[in-house]
């Protein structure tokens, strides 16, 4: 694709001409290699193109090699205190690129980052996700700051035991990541955090008995969001297109499931809906044998591991891999966090290295003038939001809606 401004948006760099206009018998009548990069003039209508050396360098057509796997630490027999060493300091997050794109780099190889000296607040970990992107919100809302409930949508707002399991099952595009931080502590005992390498476990599955990692591979399983139908109607994943999805999802479906091409578990069986179209009654037998074996694997001390939440010190993890879950607990316990999207997640970690590839780069030291310039920025946005965080908040006066608003709400007492 030609870099000039006829072919591609001079600002967004999308696609300005219309390939389907394009002669298909299209030849390069002139051909030059010149320092900027290959200059090139095509045989309908003269067009004139250059492609820099660098685009070439990383545009190799027909190019077989496989792109490189993203290097990843599996986790077998977790020790809590090594879980725990998987950390990235509250501060080196929010002050440095450098210390974010660590950060992010952890929870990509490892699964999870535990985030020591957050200020124990739920503004400073609603800040802590938005660091990474924008917080994705659900029919649970978006920041959540929860107890146990009398009345909950999810027993997640209860103080039961929650088995291990990854979150929104149910969406096409379940939560990237999910944080957790413990602002207190279950006052009577109980709310520990449990945890478990779901692509460990998988390839130990595929070793032990491959049929079975075979059948939850390939058996779509529906869910919902057991408890929000009143919110939108129910969430449920076999309403769409895709009938819901397997246990395990793989980048390459059409050839025999593998461990090494694993890119997503769905595992939650509360929310596990009773509509799954079995292919036959013997499938569901092998199937219900399968899920028996996995759910017991995961949990096993081979995979599970067992952490306290302590505030200042949140947990974010990759919902795609990582299942968690919960003890029962008694008395209070309040936790707060929130999810960020996957493609929010690996576009920050792409945008990231490729800012600090560039600050890497000779010759692209900032001036001490341009560091000033984005210090003092820095220092107005602060001042801005301290000045509208100290703004008394305007109170709308209560104006009951009129009857013949038409409003089918009931009138406030
Ligand atoms: C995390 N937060 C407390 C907001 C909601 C939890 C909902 C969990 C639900 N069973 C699901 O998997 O979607
Ligand atoms: O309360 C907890 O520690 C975890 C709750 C949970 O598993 C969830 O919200 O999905």
Redesign the pocket.
Known sequence: MHLCSNCLHTHTGQRQVNTFELDPDIQATDVNSTAEGLRIIWSQGQHQSLYPWEWLSKHIPFNAAPTAKHPRQDWYHVKPASAQNVQTDYDTVMNSDAGLGVFLEQIRTTGFSFVPNTPATPEATEKLLQRIAFIRP????AF?D?TSEVKP?????TNLE?PL???????ND??GL?L?HCLQVATEGGGQSTFSDTFAAAAQLYKINPDYYNILSSVRIA?H????SSTFGS?MNNASHAGGFPVFTHSVPHIRPHPKNLTHVRW?N??RHSSTQWPSHERMIVWYRAAKVWQELLASKEFQWQAQLQPGTPIIFDNWRIAHGRTAFDGQRR?C???IGMDEFLARGRMISARLRADAQPGSEKTSEEEKNEEKVKKEQEEEEKIEKEQPETVEPDVLPQKDEGLDRPIAS
Not at 165 to 171: G, I, K, L, N
């Open positions: 659900t029919q649970y809302g959540w929860f949508v999810d027993t997640a707002y929650l399991h990854t979150d929104t099952t149910y969406f379940p939560a999910q957790f869910s969001a057991s408890g929000s969430f939650n509360d929310d936790i966090g929130g999810y």
